[in-house]
């Protein structure tokens, strides 16, 4: 029996690779069209490097928070430019360096989650965006569901560094379905790292075997 659902869907995934391969490529920080696949213009210059980050961090990032990425991350989280998810993922660093080579990348991609609260305020969780984007660039299974924001949380970039860490302490729940499981956690940004920090120590107490950070850009070390 035909599932005329999945014939719909795949004509519909035809037709978004068709006018993506078709469509002109726009700078992520300013829309002057650029070369396909080209994330900055020439104007706007190349993406900064990423900075030193703490070892015991196991965080990877695509570069440092400055422009011309700080400016297309702006413009993604609080523009509503959901469309710069996908170009931006690309610099999703992957495979991930600390799984080491040969062993599979991961068992999920696990996005850093809003509250529901935020999550009805700005529209879309740009973290989710962001690991569904790599999920499908590379075949690694996207589960969201793996792990919940329990109550709602001031925003760090509004915080000074010494009150994000009690900002978010007992902020995540995982599932129990997590246990055994190797997780890559993908986020937006990294400033001070706890938030990561909160979201491993709630993935670890579900039983996770190992946890890493993939994220877009990072903040210089204060």
């Not at 706007?44 to 990877?60: R, S």
């Not at 995540?172 to 790292?193: C, E, I, K």
Request: glycine share 6%; charged share 20%; proline share 10%.
């Amino acid at each position: 029996m035909i599932s005329w659902h999945r014939v719909a869907r795949a004509a519909c995934s035809a037709v978004h690779l068709l006018v993506e391969s078709l469509a002109p490529d726009y700078c992520a920080a300013c829309d002057a069209p650029v070369e396909h696949e080209q994330l900055f213009c020439s104007s706007c210059g190349p993406c900064p490097a990423p900075p030193a980050l703490d070892a015991g961090l196991d965080c990877w990032v695509g570069g440092g928070y400055a422009p011309p990425l700080s400016t297309a991350i702006r413009r993604f989280k609080f523009s509503h430019r959901a469309d710069l998810a996908r170009p931006l993922a690309r610099l999703l660093p992957w495979p991930v360096p600390s799984l080491g080579s040969g062993a599979p990348a991961a068992d999920r991609l696990v996005p850093v989650p809003l509250h529901y609260l935020r999550l009805v305020e700005r529209g879309f969780n740009p973290a989710a965006l962001l690991g569904r984007a790599l999920s499908q660039r590379v075949g690694a299974s996207f589960s969201p569901e793996l792990l919940r924001r329990q109550r709602p949380t001031a925003q760090q970039s509004r915080l000074p560094a010494r009150e994000r860490r009690a900002n978010v302490a007992g902020a995540f729940v995982a599932s129990p379905s997590a246990r055994g499981q190797r997780v890559v956690l993908v986020d937006d940004v990294v400033t001070t790292g706890s938030t990561l920090q909160a979201c491993r120590r709630a993935l670890y107490a579900a039983g996770v075997e190992h946890v890493t950070l993939l994220a877009l850009a990072a903040a210089p070390p204060s």
